[in-house]
Nanobody, 121 residues
Framework: QVRLVEAGGGLVQAGGSLRLSCVAS????????MAWSRQAPGKQRELVAR???????EYADSVKGRFTVSRDNAKNMMYLQMNSLKPEDTAVYSC???????????????WGQGTQVTVSS
């Protein structure tokens, strides 16, 4: 399978910035789309940003103009630059990826464990 690990979460004041990263590892795989989602306590999971292998991006309305998703296909990594953070951005942020396991010729979808982002007012 493909394992995803996030890093970069933490505590930041409102108006501050954080950069999250997500790295994929495993045995011979090809990643298509990657995405960041978040879940705050008592709320449903929300898609934050998505990026295709070719670099086409889409964002939730709540983060447009503040967050930027990017990826490095050679390193199997994805990033989320978060600027102008607001208390309502507080959540556990998780990355996910879908693609193909080359050794088994089948598709996969994997999720990371998540990283906590807390924005204080």
């Amino acid at each position: 399978q493909v394992r995803l690990v996030e890093a970069g979460g933490g505590l930041v004041q409102a108006g501050g910035s954080l950069r999250l990263s997500c790295v994929a590892s495993g045995d011979r795989f090809h990643i298509n789309d990657m995405a960041w989602s978040r879940q705050a306590p008592g709320k449903q999971r929300e898609l934050v940003a998505r990026i295709t292998r070719g670099g086409i991006t889409e964002y939730a309305d709540s983060v447009k103009g503040r967050f930027t998703v990017s990826r490095d296909n050679a390193k199997n990594m994805m990033y989320l630059q978060m600027n102008s953070l607001k208390p309502e951005d507080t959540a556990v942020y998780s990355c996910n990826a879908d693609g193909v396991l080359l050794t088994m010729s089948r598709t996969f979808q994997s999720w990371g464990q998540g990283t906590q982002v807390t924005v204080s007012s």
